[in-house]
């Protein structure tokens, strides 16, 4: 690392504009939509999609409650801790901020659609339910980069300089700016998921364990007491955790029991190590079991409330159990097991994975002829890749492989690999390594920060003040909290399954109502919105052909006024599919006109129905569209 002034103040420009960049994602909000997860499992779509307890057997047939599926209690497969942590108390804090600098002129107060849970019931307030859909976007990534600034940032400084005590903190290590500008940052690091906040708690594990071992101290209560609380807290955010986590605690044990003079010594430390562990957990198991008792008993109401189950809401265990069975996993989609290895790693990571496999290699076939003379390595690299190793193997056992599940491998590939990449920072090789790595942290961003399904988003915000039925087709799920504006707006998310058809009647009729729900606050002077979200995710087209027939009968004793206005939104290339027509006002279809009413300003790329090619670059760019069409009957059937 270079150390004149002028070369500090260059790293020091380029840090602090990737630290803008960071936070101008979370402002701005990145329309790029990476995974439901982040909606279903952060907490935002939990805690503040519309939910309707009141409907009737055969609505349930259709109705998906908006919340996710590993919140049930049947399943109980994920703690309620970090979605609360992530999304509701930024949101609180937020609305506390915003109630004493904002003067509100309404002097009445809405009541909550429900009971509250108990749980979270301290850190929920009335004007939570005044929250925007975009207030309820931007506000948990805003928070969630902030933390990432903290721990991920701070954790590399940490352990950039761990055991090189000459080494003065005047300049951001190489290790911090590869950080800052990976992809994974930049994207995962702003956004709500469960594995990003797998991510920090790994990195403040490295940083504990690392830096106890580099100060040799037989008996530190605290660093015990800290690996303890976040082991614990690391499994309760994903059960995973433990697989990257697992080699570190024995490295640090194996210090601890070479360090300590006497068995006293070593008993000690292990012991506030299991203790803090025991009483962390048992808090976990606690808060969820007292969240799943209330949810068990407010969906059943058949008797007392039960908190004696404590025993089924372990959250990681009860998704460790659900992840060994191959069928459980089939629904998510099964992958060959060497993805992670040869896909997913370069995808996230891109050259720094190959080095790392380079010389891991390396080390291995090195390892018997190491003498006296040769360079010492360092625990800090040693520590990371046994994490490394360990993760990339267990989960490769798993036939169901994504990208994000190794974002824990973030700070200790970057940490392992950057001396590599980055060599002496001048010359030829130093420009095309680093050109290599800005061109493919640039492509890898723009396209899952700005590209992939990007117009989803923008459309939900946009329908926020209409009072309509929205067919969403072809497109990832959409989150009902996103159409929120104030507490007079509704979302009802509705998703179709492949067994849809089965739900048509012998006599044709389809056996889905549109049932009018309870209005949430009465204020007759404020317009009052109800949007019904219809999901039909990747459907036959005879499908969306039932949904439209079932929300607009084009018949002579129902009058097109009399329903509420049917709107379809669908990437263009599906619209074209659909009509082999390529005017961009509308098409027709079967007995339905459609007129397009609103284009997401966002590009919309949807890797599984990609435009025709017609030998213009141009036209195919265009098309790469999310489109609002407003569906009216073509004329009435007698």
Same mark, same amino acid.
């Given at each position: 690392?270079?150390?004149?002034?002028?070369s500090n103040?260059l790293?020091w420009?380029l840090y602090?504009l990737l630290?803008? $960049?960071?936070?101008y994602?979370a402002?701005?909000?990145?329309?790029g939509?990476?995974?439901p @997860?982040?909606?279903?499992?952060g907490?935002?779509?939990?805690?503040?999609g519309?939910?309707?307890d009141?409907?009737?057997?055969t609505?349930?047939?259709?109705f998906?409650?908006?919340?996710p599926?590993?919140?049930e209690?049947?399943?109980?497969?994920?703690?309620?801790?970090?979605?609360m942590?992530?999304?509701?108390l930024?949101?609180?804090?937020?609305?506390c901020?915003?109630? &004493? $600098?904002?003067?509100?002129?309404?002097?009445e107060?809405c009541n909550?659609?429900?009971?509250?849970?108990?749980?979270?019931?301290?850190l929920?307030?009335?004007?939570?339910n005044?929250?925007?859909?975009?207030?309820v976007l931007?506000?948990?990534r805003?928070?969630i980069?902030?933390l990432s600034l903290i721990?991920?940032?701070?954790?590399m400084?940490?352990?950039a300089?761990?055991?090189?005590?000459k080494?003065?903190?005047?300049v951001?290590?190489s290790?911090v700016i590869m950080?800052?500008?990976?992809?994974p940052?930049?994207?995962?690091g702003?956004?709500?998921?469960?594995?990003?906040?797998e991510?920090?708690?790994l990195a403040?594990?490295?940083?504990?364990?690392?830096?106890?071992i580099?100060?040799s101290?037989?008996?530190?209560r605290?660093?015990?007491?800290?690996?303890g609380?976040m082991?614990?807290?690391g499994i309760?955010?994903?059960f995973?955790?433990a697989?990257?986590?697992f080699?570190l605690?024995?490295?640090?044990?194996w210090h601890?029991w070479?360090? +300590?003079?006497?068995?006293?010594h070593?008993?000690?430390n292990?012991?506030?190590?299991?203790s803090a562990?025991?009483a962390?957990?048992?808090m976990?198991?606690w808060v969820?079991?007292?969240?799943?008792?209330w949810?068990?008993?407010n969906?059943?109401?058949d008797?007392?409330m039960?908190?004696?189950n404590?025993?089924g809401?372990?959250?990681p265990l009860?998704a460790l159990?659900y992840?060994?069975?191959?069928?459980?996993l089939?629904?998510?989609?099964?992958?060959p097991?060497?993805?992670?290895?040869? $896909?997913n790693?370069p995808? &996230?990571f891109?050259?720094?994975?190959i080095?790392l496999?380079i010389?891991?290699?390396?080390?291995?076939?090195s390892?018997?002829?190491?003498n006296?003379?040769?360079?010492p390595v360092?625990?800090?690299?040693i520590n990371?890749?046994?994490?490394?190793?360990?993760?990339l193997f267990?989960?490769?056992c798993a036939?169901h492989?994504e990208?994000?599940? &190794? &974002?824990p491998?973030?700070v200790?590939?970057i940490?392992v690999s950057t001396?590599?990449i980055?060599g002496t920072?001048?010359?030829?090789k130093?420009?095309v390594?680093?050109?290599?790595?800005?061109?493919f942290n640039?492509?890898?961003y723009?396209?899952?920060?700005w590209?992939?399904?990007?117009?989803?988003?923008e459309?939900?915000?946009?329908?926020?003040?209409?009072?309509?039925?929205?067919i969403y087709?072809?497109t990832y799920?959409p989150?009902?909290?996103?159409?929120?504006v104030?507490?007079?707006?509704y979302?009802q998310t509705?998703?179709m399954?492949?067994d849809?058809d089965?739900s048509?009647n012998?006599?044709?009729?389809? +056996?889905?109502?549109?049932?009018?729900i309870?209005?949430?606050?009465?204020?007759?002077?404020t317009?009052q919105?109800?949007n019904?979200v219809? @999901?039909?995710q990747g459907?036959?087209?005879?499908?969306?052909?039932n949904?439209l027939?079932?929300?607009?009968p084009?018949t002579?004793?129902?009058?097109? @006024?009399?329903?509420?206005?049917?709107?379809?939104?669908?990437?263009?290339?599906?619209a074209?599919?659909?009509?082999?027509e390529t005017d961009?006002?509308?098409f027709?279809?079967?007995?339905?006109?459609?007129?397009?009413?609103y284009?997401?300003p966002?590009?919309h790329?949807s890797?599984?129905?990609?435009p025709?090619w017609?030998?213009?670059?141009?036209t195919?760019l265009?098309h $790469?569209q999310?489109?609002?069409?407003?569906?009216?009957?073509m004329?009435a059937?007698?």
């Open positions: 690392m270079p150390t004149s002034k002028l103040t790293w420009t602090l630290i803008a $960049l960071r936070f994602g402002i701005y909000s990145l329309p939509y990476i995974h @997860d982040e909606f279903f499992q907490g935002q779509e939990l805690f503040f519309q939910q309707f009141s409907l009737s057997p609505d349930h047939v259709y998906v409650k908006n919340v599926w590993e919140f209690p049947s399943n109980a497969v994920r703690s309620i801790v970090p979605p942590f992530m999304t509701l930024p949101l609180r804090m937020y609305a901020m915003k109630d &004493l $600098l904002v003067v509100s002129t309404s002097t107060q909550q659609p429900s009971q509250q849970n108990p749980v979270y019931s301290f929920w307030s009335e004007s939570l005044q929250l925007s859909g975009r207030e931007v506000i948990p805003m928070f980069c902030i721990i991920l940032d701070g954790s400084w940490l352990l300089f761990c055991g090189q005590h080494k003065k903190m005047c951001p290590p290790e950080l800052a500008s990976s992809w940052c930049l994207v995962f702003i956004r709500p998921f469960t594995n990003t906040l991510a920090m708690c403040a594990l490295l940083v504990v364990i690392n830096l106890d580099c100060n101290q037989k008996r530190n605290r660093s015990s007491v800290c690996i609380i082991c614990s807290v309760f955010v994903r995973t955790f697989f990257f986590a080699p605690v024995l490295v640090w044990i601890k070479n360090s +300590s003079f006497t068995a006293r070593f008993i000690y292990m012991t506030w190590l299991a562990f025991l962390t957990s048992a976990f198991i969820d079991t007292k969240y799943y008792s949810k068990d008993h969906e059943q109401s008797g007392a039960d908190h004696g404590a025993l809401y372990i959250t009860n159990l992840n060994s069975e191959t069928s459980n089939a629904a998510h989609g099964l992958h097991r060497v993805t992670h290895f040869l $896909l790693m995808m &996230l891109g050259p720094l994975a080095v496999y010389s891991t290699c390396k080390n291995v076939l390892a018997g002829d190491r006296k003379n040769s360079q360092s625990i800090v690299d990371c890749r046994w994490a490394i190793l360990s993760g267990v989960l490769s036939p492989q990208a994000r599940f &190794l &974002l491998c973030i200790p590939v940490l001396k590599d980055i920072p001048r010359g030829p130093f420009i390594r680093v050109g290599f790595w800005t061109v640039i492509a890898l723009t396209f899952f920060g590209l992939h399904q990007g117009g989803l988003v459309t939900m915000l946009h329908i926020s003040n209409t009072s309509s039925n929205h087709y072809k799920t989150p009902s909290f996103l159409a929120r104030e507490t007079y707006s979302v509705v998703r399954t492949q849809y089965a048509i012998g006599d044709g009729n389809n +056996s889905y109502h549109n049932d009018e309870q209005n949430q606050c009465s204020a007759p002077s317009k919105y109800k019904r219809l @999901d039909l459907n036959e087209p005879r499908v969306l052909l949904v027939q079932s929300n607009l084009c002579n004793s129902i009058g097109e @006024d009399n329903l509420m206005p049917v709107y379809l939104v669908t990437p263009y290339s599906i074209n599919s659909l009509s082999n961009p006002v509308g027709a279809w079967q007995e339905y006109n459609f007129t397009n009413v284009i997401s966002h590009v790329v890797t599984e129905d990609w025709n017609n030998g213009s670059a141009i195919f265009n $790469l999310l489109v609002v069409y407003e569906v009216t009957c004329k059937i007698a």
